[in-house]
């Protein structure tokens, strides 16, 4: 049984771009968050996605946007990137009913 | 905004002693759940503890919640080096509702 997966791992962009994560989440869950965690600090809550709708945002700002498909997988989009958005992005799963989250192993974003 | 504050921010202990980590918080609470991170990778969830409960144990972990107090700690007993890790503590206000981390953590158990 798979856990939740993310990809890419690593990825090296420059100011302005933009940048596309993916999440597959643990076999069996419908739920999935993301959060944003800066070198040094706790885990930032970014938004939450469930029936393929955006349930929940975290303080931040328009540029980041995401989706979520009808197999539970989910995509975070970062637009116009800036130097402060180097971080690890973390994706978490669950099942709606359930409060435990399952996360992934990050992807590594370095924004020059 | 962070709602959970941890102390300490870093520990230090040798192997098979006790660790005790302490986590704060703000408003009231649905759930706190504690998470161990290693090197900058994924969380890996360790227990949960409602707002309802005092106390849980799992293994070598044992989690106290005091709601008056508004105050947790994660207690892991005889540490080995693998025990290595951030630890961070996320408060739930409202079941279903997003986890709010706090600082974390740093142990480092040395062998």
């Known amino acids: 049984d798979a856990g939740v997966t993310q990809s890419p791992t690593h990825l090296i962009k420059t100011r302005g771009q933009q940048v596309t994560l993916r999440c597959s989440p643990k076999?069996?869950?419908?739920?999935v968050s993301w959060y944003q965690q800066a070198l040094g600090q706790g885990p930032q809550f970014i938004f939450q996605?469930?029936?393929?709708?955006?349930?929940q945002r975290g303080n931040f700002p328009d540029r980041f946007s995401g989706h979520q498909f009808p197999n539970y997988s989910s995509e975070l989009n970062v637009n116009a990137l800036l130097l402060g958005d180097s971080a690890l992005y973390l994706c978490?799963?669950?099942?709606?009913?359930?409060?435990?989250?399952?996360f992934g192993p990050g992807t590594r974003l370095t924004v020059l | 905004s962070q709602q959970g504050e941890e102390d300490p921010q870093a520990l230090s202990i040798q192997e098979g002693e006790n660790a005790t980590m302490n986590c704060s918080y703000k408003t009231s609470i649905n759930n706190l759940q504690w998470y161990r991170q290693n090197s900058g990778r994924g969380l890996v969830h360790l227990i949960l503890i409602r707002s309802n409960e005092r106390e849980k144990h799992s293994g070598r972990l044992r989690v106290t919640l005091d709601t008056s107090k508004k105050s947790s700690s994660l207690l892991i007993t005889a540490s080995r080096a693998a025990d290595t890790a951030s630890y961070f503590c996320?408060?739930?206000?409202?079941?279903?509702?997003?986890?709010?981390f706090g600082e974390g953590t740093q142990l480092t158990v040395n062998p």
């Open positions: 076999s069996g869950h419908d739920t």
């Open positions: 996605y469930y029936e393929e709708e955006e349930r």
């Open positions: 996320a408060t739930v206000k409202t079941s279903g509702s997003r986890l709010t």
């Open positions: 978490a799963s669950n099942r709606w009913i359930e409060p435990e989250q399952f």
